[in-house]
């Protein structure tokens, strides 16, 4: 049988009691399906439900086939390894035993003397020449995803499910991704901002705030078809508010003449020369008249009110991220960062940069750019006061705000608001609730727990604590762009743009980089 993914009348809802799917009814068959929606729109919770990492409140999960998942991220435990994360950890140590000569005979018979070589042309594969032994928690974010991609060509699944793949991937690590699609036979359902990425997509499954709308093509045809439908149901509602308006007129112009026809009437009965009779009867053909006109009336108002709200549920409401800032005053001379000869790393002695110089004044722009591992987080870290210089001479002049991939500057424990409370105190109420409501954090939404957020949600969040209020003259950003839905990217750009501070980016994404400006790189290689 095929593999294919069936999703009949789904439902499913937060913890808290949020609904995210109703009666969702959805198919996959072969081919690369790429997943889109606003941040919080269920987008990995979906990938979740296919896999059977979560049940469904309604409905049911039907899937044909073995299933395999590409995390957002790989979160190296104490002790894990590549082979680990393959699952062949005890194979490995099996022949390690044979080769040392202590393997009983059953433990020989059981050797899988190919799967070295086997690891070797994986690794090859997906980018990775280091031995399947090294622990994950020495590897980059990049390197990580890397590996848990041969885990999963490894596995030989039927269905692929990839959340987020190309988070923290170098422009070779993106390639890889795209040739694993292009070459996949079987189901792939990708959950992705990237756009392009999106592009080779088969269809396009949009989740919205109505359910989920399948588009045909990749990025390009899904924006064309959206924007045609957006820009009918527009019409539709504009129709719709016109035939509401011209009903009231109506009803208004009927009721004024009614009035008329009253009041013309009472003055005649007050005459005195027209029998009592025939003004009674006069009167209960008014009445009956205005009651038949007043109840059509109603009958076409209500009409036009329910076409209206027909129409106006098929509008998809936006609530744009506007990201404004306050000057951070930072002056077009003042020194920023120094750093002379500079050596770090994460273990003692094992460098990761070397005798690395740079020097930003005023409100500098810079890209930090090379392959996974080449330190470009290390960096980061480094410029944070995360890390410490092994050698050389470091300066940072001028306070800072660093975003790391995790947005680890946030208490995941505690509410929007009040992480934001935290990193700028004597923030008033108002001034909290403003900031926030330009991030898209309004009322309720400001008081949600940050651990239960999606990592485009907890970007935004960061970003709204550092700069809604009064924004560092340095800005330190680990990839920004990885988590945040296409919109919410476009706005952040915009705003990014607008930040008059020195701000240094590491970003695989040459589209972000492009708009928020950056005027120069430090490309890191061997021997940074």
Same mark, same amino acid.
């Given at each position: 049988?095929?593999?294919?993914?069936?999703?009949?009348?789904?439902?499913?809802?937060?913890? *808290?009691?949020?609904?995210?799917?109703?009666?969702?009814?959805?198919?996959?068959?072969?081919?690369?399906?790429?997943?889109?929606?606003?941040?919080?729109?269920?987008?990995?919770?979906?990938?979740?439900?296919?896999?059977?990492?979560?049940?469904?409140?309604?409905?049911?999960?039907?899937?044909?086939?073995?299933?395999?998942?590409?995390?957002?991220?790989?979160? #190296?435990?104490?002790?894990?390894?590549?082979?680990?994360?393959?699952?062949?950890?005890?194979?490995?140590?099996?022949?390690?035993?044979?080769?040392?000569?202590?393997?009983?005979?059953?433990?020989?018979?059981?050797?899988?003397?190919?799967?070295?070589?086997?690891?070797?042309?994986?690794?090859?594969?997906?980018?990775?020449?280091? #031995?399947?032994?090294?622990?994950?928690?020495?590897?980059?974010?990049?390197?990580?995803?890397?590996?848990?991609?041969?885990?999963?060509?490894?596995?030989?699944?039927?269905?692929?499910?990839?959340?987020? #793949?190309?988070?923290?991937?170098?422009?070779?690590?993106?390639?890889?991704?795209?040739?694993?699609?292009?070459?996949?036979?079987?189901?792939?359902?990708?959950?992705?901002?990237?756009?392009?990425?999106?592009?080779?997509?088969?269809?396009?499954?949009?989740?919205?705030?109505?359910?989920?709308?399948?588009?045909?093509?990749?990025?390009?045809?899904?924006?064309?078809?959206?924007?045609?439908?957006?820009?009918?149901?527009?019409?539709?509602?504009?129709?719709?508010?016109?035939?509401?308006?011209?009903?009231?007129?109506?009803?208004?112009?009927?009721?004024?003449?009614?009035?008329?026809? *009253?009041?013309?009437?009472?003055?005649? %009965?007050?005459?005195?020369?027209? #029998?009592?009779?025939?003004?009674?009867?006069?009167?209960?053909?008014?009445?009956?008249?205005?009651?038949?006109?007043?109840?059509?009336?109603?009958?076409?108002?209500?009409?036009?009110?329910?076409?209206?709200?027909?129409?106006?549920?098929?509008?998809?409401?936006?609530?744009?991220?506007?990201?404004?800032?306050?000057?951070?005053?930072?002056?077009?001379?003042?020194?920023?960062?120094?750093?002379?000869?500079?050596?770090?790393?994460?273990?003692?002695?094992?460098?990761?940069?070397?005798?690395?110089?740079?020097?930003?004044?005023?409100?500098?722009?810079?890209?930090?750019?090379?392959?996974?591992?080449?330190?470009?987080?290390?960096?980061?870290?480094?410029?944070?006061?995360?890390?410490?210089?092994?050698?050389?001479?470091?300066?940072?002049?001028?306070?800072?705000?660093?975003?790391?991939?995790?947005?680890?500057?946030?208490?995941?424990?505690?509410?929007?608001? *009040?992480?934001?409370? %935290?990193?700028?105190?004597?923030?008033?109420?108002?001034?909290?609730?403003?900031?926030?409501?330009?991030?898209?954090?309004? %009322?309720?939404?400001?008081?949600?727990?940050?651990?239960?957020?999606?990592?485009?949600?907890?970007?935004?969040?960061?970003?709204?604590?550092?700069?809604?209020?009064?924004?560092?003259?340095?800005?330190?950003?680990?990839?920004?762009?990885?988590?945040?839905?296409?919109?919410?990217?476009?706005?952040?750009?915009?705003?990014?743009?607008?930040?008059?501070?020195?701000?240094?980016?590491?970003?695989?994404?040459?589209?972000?980089?492009?708009?928020?400006?950056?005027?120069?790189?430090?490309?890191?290689?061997?021997?940074?």
């Amino acid at each position: 049988m095929p593999a294919s993914i069936t999703l009949s009348d789904l439902g499913w809802s937060t913890p *808290d009691g949020r609904p995210i799917f109703r009666q969702l009814n959805l198919a996959f068959g072969p081919g690369p399906t790429g997943l889109v929606g606003r941040n919080g729109s269920g987008k990995s919770t979906l990938l979740k439900l296919i896999s059977g990492e979560c049940a469904p409140s309604a409905g049911a999960v039907s899937v044909a086939g073995s299933v395999a998942t590409l995390r957002q991220q790989v979160e #190296p435990t104490p002790g894990a390894s590549i082979a680990g994360l393959i699952g062949v950890a005890d194979g490995l140590a099996l022949i390690r035993l044979a080769e040392s000569g202590e393997a009983s005979a059953e433990q020989l018979e059981a050797c899988d003397w190919l799967l070295e070589s086997r690891l070797q042309a994986l690794l090859a594969g997906v980018g990775l020449s280091m #031995p399947p032994e090294t622990p994950l928690d020495r590897l980059s974010g990049g390197q990580r995803t890397r590996a848990a991609i041969a885990a999963l060509l490894f596995a030989e699944p039927d269905i692929l499910l990839l959340d987020e #793949p190309t988070n923290h991937l170098d422009a070779d690590g993106r390639a890889a991704i795209a040739q694993l699609l292009a070459d996949w036979r079987g189901v792939a359902v990708v959950a992705s901002h990237d756009r392009a990425l999106l592009e080779a997509m088969h269809r396009i499954v949009e989740l919205g705030h109505d359910g989920a709308r399948t588009y045909g093509g990749g990025w390009s045809a899904y924006r064309a078809r959206k924007a045609e439908a957006q820009a009918a149901a527009e019409q539709r509602l504009a129709d719709a508010e016109k035939a509401l308006a011209d009903a009231k007129r109506s009803a208004t112009r009927n009721a004024e003449k009614q009035a008329r026809r *009253d009041a013309a009437g009472q003055r005649k %009965a007050m005459k005195g020369d027209e #029998p009592a009779i025939d003004l009674g009867l006069r009167k209960d053909r008014a009445e009956k008249t205005g009651g038949g006109h007043g109840r059509i009336a109603e009958s076409r108002i209500a009409a036009a009110r329910e076409a209206h709200e027909s129409a106006r549920g098929r509008i998809e409401v936006v609530n744009p991220l506007a990201v404004a800032m306050p000057s951070t005053g930072l002056s077009p001379s003042r020194r920023v960062v120094e750093l002379e000869k500079v050596g770090t790393g994460h273990v003692e002695g094992e460098y990761v940069l070397g005798d690395l110089d740079l020097a930003l004044i005023g409100p500098e722009r810079l890209a930090v750019t090379g392959a996974n591992g080449a330190g470009k987080s290390t960096l980061l870290a480094l410029l944070a006061g995360r890390l410490r210089p092994f050698s050389g001479r470091m300066a940072v002049h001028v306070p800072l705000a660093f975003l790391d991939q995790e947005v680890s500057l946030l208490n995941p424990a505690l509410s929007i608001r *009040d992480n934001f409370r %935290a990193l700028n105190p004597g923030a008033t109420e108002n001034d909290v609730r403003a900031a926030l409501a330009r991030f898209m954090f309004r %009322a309720g939404a400001a008081l949600q727990r940050v651990g239960t957020l999606s990592g485009g949600e907890r970007l935004r969040a960061g970003l709204a604590s550092v700069l809604g209020l009064r924004p560092p003259p340095l800005l330190l950003l680990d990839e920004p762009s990885n988590h945040l839905d296409i919109d919410a990217l476009e706005a952040v750009e915009q705003g990014l743009a607008a930040y008059d501070g020195a701000l240094v980016a590491v970003s695989h994404d040459e589209a972000f980089l492009k708009a928020i400006g950056i005027g120069r790189r430090l490309h890191l290689g061997a021997g940074s």
